[in-house]
């Protein structure tokens, strides 16, 4: 006898049905019949094979860590960008545009707005701390914080949805 399960939205509806996508069980009532299979609806809704901007918790786990792990290098790299006499802008941009496709990786190449918010705060805690001492003296430089807007900007981009 196949194990009874239960509806994930009627916890309490017994099933034997479950997503052809995501293996969720689903009761009647819920169950969309696709040219695939059985689906739930939030399954069924969506394109076939598109889940973009839905990332599940793991991913959104690995995305944090992997944004944290971009905090932490980026404030030797952030230091480093702004000793450079020029393009700090277009070298900021580049690294922000790669930790932000790190951050994209991590979280199963979803994007969306969780990915580009990790990778936003990812990319603008460095330059903050780096900036910090002159934030606080009230002396900060411009052309700093449009490098750091660039990076900041250019790793929400490597987060869009496709
Ligand atoms: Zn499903
Ligand atoms: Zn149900």
């Keep these: 006898m196949a194990e009874t399960m ?3 939205r009627h916890p309490k509806r017994e099933t034997r049905v479950s997503c052809a996508t995501c293996g969720r069980p689903i009761c009647t009532e819920c169950m969309v ?3 695939v299979g059985i689906k739930c609806p939030d399954d069924a809704r969506l394109p076939r094979g598109a889940r973009a901007g839905v990332m599940k918790t793991n991913q959104v786990v690995r995305s944090i860590l992997a944004g944290i792990g971009v905090a932490v290098v980026g404030i030797p790299v952030a230091y480093v960008l702004f000793l450079l ?3 700090t802008w277009l070298i ?3 690294a922000g545009y790669g930790a932000g496709t790190l951050i994209y990786r991590a979280g199963g190449r979803n994007g969306g707005p969780v990915a580009i918010a990790i990778s936003v705060v990812a990319t603008a805690v460095p330059f903050l701390v780096v900036l910090a001492p002159d934030l606080l003296a009230g ?3 411009p052309l700093r914080l449009i490098a750091m807007a660039f990076a900041v900007v250019a790793a929400g981009v490597a987060n869009r949805q496709i």
Excluded: R
């Design 92 to 94: 900021s941009a580049a």
């Design 85 to 87: 006499p020029f393009f």
């Design 139 to 141: 002396a900060f430089n």
């Design 33 to 35: 019949a696709t040219d």
């Design 6 to 8: 239960h509806c994930y």
